[in-house]
């Protein structure tokens, strides 16, 4: 069971340099392409790559076990870091859930907590916030953490796709410099694709513009298997 997700996540990683998606501008209702990098199984989904990871999970798997990921690994407890992370970001508008089936992590950085309009430099208020999730990465190591940026559809698709990549590469930046080690982590831009809601109205827009962090457990048996080549 184990190398079968590690051979459909290999397969989905696959999918990320080559998927064109069509995207629906919800101001027009015009159908449009987007090169964008999407990955995931079936193409682009809601929450990130489904069941996927940045760049491939086998040889991420080895780099972040070389960086002492998995030493004297017993039991990942993934509920556990679940709570810790709900109780550490209430009241804060976050949205920790398990996604992919109970085997990741997705937290939810809504709009309002991350950045100003047009911009991708962390607020101070941001920075406690993202203190408290570096906190845990740390203490849960072994795990891939993956950070995707997302904007609405307000301006240029062009735009609003650097925007997205700035955004996830300078949260992926931060978590780094706060000692979570940097061969866990990748970032990724969705620009205006994966909408969280098909809007236009300026109300509900806003729920569009959003940061996910995905943490991917793996333990021994996953770093034995990508050893291995399977």
Known sequence: MKNS???MSSLAALS???????????????KKVSRTVLGGVGGAVAGGLLGG???????????????????????????QQIKELD???????????SVDGGEAILVNLPDGVTFA?????????????????????????NSLVDVYGYTDTVGSS???QLLSERRAQAV?????????????????????????????????????????IKIIPFDQNDVQAAQQGN
């Open 5 to 7: 997700r590690i051979m």
């Open 16 to 30: 990320l340099v080559t998927v064109s998606a069509c995207v629906t501008d919800p101001n027009t209702g015009e």
């Open 53 to 79: 990871v940045i760049g491939g999970k086998t040889g991420r798997i080895i780099g972040a076990a070389a960086g002492g990921a998995a030493g004297g690994y017993v039991g990942y407890k993934m509920d």
């Open 87 to 97: 109780e550490a970001t209430a009241g804060t508008g976050v949205d920790v859930t």
């Open 117 to 141: 309009t047009g911009s991708y430099s962390i607020s101070p208020g941001f920075r406690d916030l993202l203190d408290r999730v570096a906190t845990s990465l740390r203490q849960y190591p």
């Open 158 to 160: 062009s735009s609003n």
């Open 172 to 212: 992926a930046n931060y978590l780094i410099q706060q000692g979570v080690a940097s061969s866990r982590i990748r970032s990724m831009g969705f620009g205006e694709t994966n909408l969280a809601v098909q809007t236009g109205d300026g109300v509900n827009e806003p729920l569009n513009r959003r940061v996910e």
